[in-house]
């Protein structure tokens, strides 16, 4: 019930397309939902986060999508750009009880240009 | 820019020893982490404390890992002893969460690893 699923695995898209990336979870308690970068050897950094009383949360070319009944959620990349290769992770929390966050087993995208 | 730092960036020892890797947590947050990172298992919460007590450690295996916070800005992560399939790279986070507002913590800021290869 803890456990965060994520998919694709690895991910590559042409510069310029769009690249999705999707997170199921089962602990309907999770109530924070963000989404983690990581550049090659370097820690994750936070990109975005979203809470489940919406269903739709956009910071520039990055938008977090919220399912709370089907309890997914994905991270759209729009107009992706090299720069943007990097490993994503998704991760969830309880944010009243402030518990860790679990993350998903992360996906590696490469944009090609 | 406000930092966690992290010691080792990378170790390398024989299975059997002892490593002991070191964090300094951003001066003022209160909430430490230890997550494992490998290819197959992605990242792994090892433990983590709140205001220098340890929260929960139930992803360490107890036999031969510990973890503490001798004081507010260092926490530390030992391994003893090592074993090749501890190789992994091990990431400190913190942030800060008080308990009106416990979520304060959930927005981490990671160091950039600990490497560490048992051979």
């Known amino acids: 019930q803890q456990q965060v699923k994520q998919s694709p695995q690895s991910l590559i898209v042409q510069k310029g397309g769009i690249s999705i990336i999707n997170c199921a979870y089962e602990?309907?308690?999770?109530?924070?939902f963000p989404w983690y970068q990581q550049f090659p050897g370097k820690g994750p950094a936070l990109l975005i986060a979203?809470?489940?009383?919406?269903s739709e949360k956009k910071e520039g070319r990055f938008t977090i999508s919220f399912n709370k009944s089907a309890k997914q959620f994905s991270l759209h990349i729009m107009d992706s750009q090299p720069g943007d290769s990097a490993t994503y992770f998704c991760?969830?929390?309880?944010?009243?009880?402030?518990?860790?966050?679990?993350f998903g087993k992360g996906t590696t995208l490469s944009v090609s240009s | 820019d406000a930092r966690v730092t992290q010691t080792p960036r990378h170790k390398v020892t024989e299975m059997g020893q002892e490593v002991t890797m070191r964090c300094q947590p951003i001066?003022?947050?209160?909430?430490v982490f230890w997550y494992r990172q490998t290819m197959m298992q992605g990242l792994e919460l090892l433990a983590y404390?709140?205001?220098?007590?340890?929260?929960?450690d139930s992803g360490m295996p107890k036999d031969r890992f510990s973890a503490e916070m001798p004081d507010a800005t260092l926490a530390t992560l030992k391994i003893q002893p090592s074993e090749p399939r501890d190789s992994a790279v091990y990431f400190c986070?913190?942030?800060?969460?008080?308990?009106?507002?416990?979520?304060?913590?959930?927005?981490?800021?990671f160091g950039a690893g600990s490497r560490l290869t048992v051979l």
């Open positions: 602990n309907t308690a999770f109530d924070y």
């Open positions: 001066l003022g947050h209160n909430t």
């Open positions: 979203i809470r489940p009383d919406v």
């Open positions: 404390f709140r205001n220098r007590a340890p929260l929960d």
């Open positions: 986070a913190s942030g800060f969460g008080t308990q009106g507002f416990p979520s304060g913590a959930n927005v981490l800021t």
């Open positions: 991760a969830a929390s309880i944010r009243q009880a402030g518990t860790a966050l679990i």
